[in-house]
């Protein structure tokens, strides 16, 4: 039983408020920049625009779902209060006000750096601060999931810790240890320049530190999207889990090779020598091992429920399958995205191909087609799952949803495959406007104004979705039923320590940043010159 | 559904844990042949990012040293081999065309003087960030004469999208004849 229902509610309620508002930004971006609009007289409202859709997409709005969902996995898979429901809170509260003075700030204009930050171009020292509230409360969110599980622990000495918790906590430990690179950068490279104490800053060493989270952040975006696939989809559509101990598993390889890999977004960059890149290469060809891992036992597990249901042969369980089922649908969209955007990343992965499409429109394609569509799409999912125990009331519209989520996924493939295209030609990315009358460019106008469809879709798809939402909040009262997680084939009674914990993996995953970043952070800390003047954004100070 | 497990499949779990074995097998034999490749085309092609970590001071780019103006575009070395040397800076590079001779290795070196932007050359592989305080090498060969696009792919700030260059492959013979009256070539000569 859920107890924090305003809790959660909270979470996911600020946290698709901003991905509305970040949606129609981005809707505008692509309109502005396609064939269907001049010249943007004033290109600079256009970064203040792309900065606040990265920052709210990037920060706030997974982070909060991944909260939200942590409290409420915490409640229902542990069967325990929430423990420190006043520090939740806290940490819900600093999100929501660092959210609100970083937007305002870039909405001011005085902070158009884009979300990636990357000095030497400095904007207000609010922004970064606003920044630094949300991952400052996202770790008190990380620390309650701890203690939560020890608290569980304790009472439960020896038995298998839910695999529903465990790979929530494997999640927050990623995302706490993750969030340290930008940490570093900011607290002791960006704010002490921003805030005007000092006038240089080292570049090249910023951009390792931010690398250090820009991949792994993407994965923990991917954890309740995962948590999704492994302990509701196979109770949803009539199936079960295949198998707990593979499930584990794979969280596991995650919170251990997710993090010291991020080095392959600077494969072209100047300040990291090849050695580590390649190393990191190799890493990052790793990390897709969990996600065929994934692959394969969902797909099992919806099979179970396939032939459950009497589907016979190689093929005839995926037509007797509960296509009517919203999370049916989003887990199938969800995988094609996941195999779509998984072989792009397996190029950007390489050390050879990248260069073919590095920083172009493909890798815009890439993330949107993986984070907003295989990701995003379960959230919605988990949405609508737990969206009765929240509100005690039913959800009704099953129609509605189902529209819904055919609509994300044809507006993601429809914004998303003609970036690919465009990336390839070699179109460059963040660009308030393109020349379209130079005849080199005029073959990319096409797919800029496909991606404006697109993007329409999308937004069609997620007025939708808030009314499915707010309908929910307003249909017939119910006793909601007992919350259930997907059961595994063969449960397990006893788990191996290394199954059950994370010590092991935790210093693991430490001693493998250390050795992954180790050498190339400590080469460019003693490198002299290699600190520049820092180059001020939003005009005169 | 029936909790229990379908009759003469009571033994299941050493099946279970057999495909799955044989899948993981799979995955990771996978991602050794793609390793493998990525090792073979680095080895073979020397086909290898821009990563020396060579420094160099952004504020004194004009006044000394390689990157002065005089020494920017394209130069036929004493060995012969040919370098051409580039600045980007908001929101422009230099030279704003870059005149370069088809069917010959190429060295470029590139810094920036003040943000971080980027470099990426349409219809090849050359792709680079350029980095303030950082000196980016590349070589390359342009296969046939042409002419490209040159876009800055990386935000600079709130010019980036006015900041694109052009590149001129022609043909070596005609390079040469310039090349033997100019120290440093670029389109404008």
């Known amino acids: 039983m859920l107890n924090n229902r305003r809790l959660v509610l909270a979470h996911f309620w600020f946290a698709f408020a901003t991905f509305g508002v970040a949606l129609l930004l981005g809707a ?6 396609s064939p269907l609009h001049a010249w943007l007289r004033q290109p600079e409202l256009y970064y203040r625009s792309v900065t606040a859709h990265g920052s709210v997409m990037g920060y706030v709005f997974p982070t909060l779902v991944a909260m939200g969902f942590g409290y409420a996995i915490t409640e229902l898979s542990l069967g325990q209060t929430l423990r420190g429901k006043r520090w939740a809170w806290a940490g819900w509260w600093l999100v929501v006000v660092g959210s609100l003075m970083a937007m305002v700030t870039v909405a001011l204009g005085s902070a158009s750096v884009l979300y990636t930050f990357y000095p030497p171009m400095i904007g207000s020292p609010f922004y970064y601060l606003g920044v630094v509230l949300v991952v400052v409360g996202s770790w008190i969110w990380v620390a309650l999931m701890s203690i939560n599980l020890h608290v569980w622990k304790r009472a439960n000495p020896g038995k298998p810790v839910p695999l529903p918790m465990f790979a929530n906590v494997a999640g927050s430990y990623l995302w706490g240890w993750t969030a340290v690179g930008a940490a570093l950068e900011i607290l002791f490279q960006i704010l002490p320049v921003a805030f005007g104490l000092k006038s240089t800053i080292d570049s090249g060493l910023a951009r ?23 302990t509701l989809v196979p109770r949803a559509v009539g199936g079960r889990l295949y198998s707990d101990g593979m499930a584990r598993i794979s969280f596991i390889l995650f919170l251990v090779v997710a993090m010291p890999i991020g080095i392959h977004h600077l494969f072209a960059d100047p300040q990291v020598g090849s050695g580590f890149k390649f190393l990191q290469s190799v890493f990052t ?4 091992v969990p996600t065929l891992l994934t692959v394969f036992t969902i797909c099992a597990s919806v099979e179970i429920a396939g032939r459950l249901r009497g589907g016979r042969g190689a093929f005839g369980w995926l037509r007797v399958l509960p296509w009517h089922e919203p999370m049916m649908l989003a887990v199938a969209f969800s995988f094609v995205m996941l195999g779509f ?3 792009g990343g397996l190029i950007n992965m390489s050390y050879q191909l990248d260069s073919t499409i590095h920083n172009t429109q493909w890798i815009t394609g890439h993330f949107h087609l993986i984070f907003g569509g295989a990701i995003v799409i379960m959230y919605f999912a988990i949405a609508y799952e737990l969206w009765p125990q929240l509100t005690g009331r039913a959800l009704s519209s099953v129609t509605l949803m189902k529209w819904q989520l055919w609509l994300w996924f044809i507006g993601m493939i429809v914004t998303t495959f003609p970036w690919h295209y465009a990336g390839i030609l070699g179109m460059p990315r963040r660009m308030a406007y393109f020349d379209f009358s130079n005849p080199a460019l005029a073959p990319e106008a096409i797919t800029v104004t496909m991606s404006t469809v697109g993007a329409l879709i999308l937004v069609a798809s997620a007025v939708l979705f808030f009314m499915v939402l707010v309908r929910g909040h307003r249909g017939a009262a119910v006793t909601p039923a007992q919350f259930e997680f997907a059961t595994a084939v063969h449960p397990p009674k006893t788990l191996p320590v290394a199954l059950n914990s994370f010590g092991l993996w935790l210093a693991l995953m430490i001693g493998l940043t250390v050795v992954n970043y180790g050498y190339p952070i400590a080469q460019l800390l003693v490198l002299k010159e290699t600190a520049v003047p820092a180059v001020w954004m939003g005009g005169q100070r | 559904m029936s909790n229990t497990p379908h009759p003469g499949h009571s033994d299941g779990a050493d099946v279970v844990e057999r495909i799955e074995r044989n899948w993981a097998i799979v995955a990771v034999g996978l991602i050794v042949v793609l390793v493998a490749m990525v090792v073979y085309t680095g080895l073979h092609w020397t086909m290898m990012p821009p990563s020396r970590v060579e420094t160099i001071d952004p504020t004194t ?5 390689e990157f002065i103006e005089s020494n920017l575009g394209t130069a036929r070395e004493a060995d012969g081999s040919v370098t051409v040397r580039v600045v980007a800076q908001q929101y422009s590079f230099t030279p704003q065309c870059i005149l370069v001779p088809a069917g010959t290795p190429l060295t470029f070196r590139v810094t920036s003087a003040d943000v971080v932007h980027g470099f990426l050359v349409t219809d090849t592989n050359i792709n680079s960030m350029v980095e303030p305080g950082y000196i980016s090498t590349f070589k390359t060969k342009f296969d046939k004469p042409a002419e490209h696009l040159m876009p800055c792919h990386e935000y600079c700030g709130t ?19 310039l090349a033997a009256t100019d120290r440093r070539l670029s389109c404008v000569k």
Not at chain 1, 285 to 288: F, N
Request: no cysteine; proline share 2%.
């Open chain 1, 28 to 33: 505008w971006q692509m309109y502005v920049r």
């Open chain 1, 208 to 230: 390792v530190f931010f690398s250090w989270t820009l991949h792994a952040i993407v994965y923990f975006w991917l954890m309740p999207a995962y948590i999704a696939y492994y």
């Open chain 1, 285 to 288: 060809a790793l990390v897709s």
């Open chain 1, 341 to 343: 955007g998984g072989a």
């Open chain 2, 61 to 65: 780019l004009h006044v000394t040293g």
């Open chain 2, 159 to 177: 010019g980036h999208e006015a900041m694109w260059a052009n590149v001129k492959a022609i043909d070596r013979a005609e390079f040469d004849k």
